[in-house]
Nanobody, 121 residues
């Protein structure tokens, strides 16, 4: 399975970005899909997770971020609005095929993308 992120960039505070994660090699129809953020010197942290019928956000992004299936069914997007400087970091897409609870920890996820940089000034 290969995950490829796109859509990162630099934006001023209050602006928006839309990240996309395209998955190849398997169908992700009921996989746990997540987005993680990693700032320099810090651990990779959960931002948003989804599985069919369930979506979860970390508290700091609730009301500003939206995770959803992409226009291509084997993709996941992360719409980020009203961005803040503390949202900056490398954003990674993650996927796991197992059923059950979708855990908010990096160690739970099996497959990862290469990351896309988001900088908010």
């Amino acid at each position: 399975v290969q995950l490829v992120e796109s859509g990162g960039g630099s934006v001023q505070a209050g602006g928006s970005l839309r990240l996309s994660c395209e998955v190849s090699g398997d169908k992700i129809s009921n996989w746990c899909m997540g987005w993680f953020r990693q700032a320099p010197g810090l651990e990779r942290q959960d931002v948003a997770r989804m599985r069919t019928g369930s979506i979860t956000y970390t508290d700091s992004v609730k009301g500003r971020y939206t995770i959803s299936r992409g226009d291509a069914k084997n993709a996941v997007t992360l719409q980020m609005d009203n961005l803040k400087p503390e949202d900056s970091g490398m954003y990674y897409c993650a996927a796991d095929p197992r059923g059950g609870y979708c855990y908010p920890t990096a160690t739970f996820f099996k497959d990862w993308g290469q990351g896309t940089q988001v900088t908010v000034s």
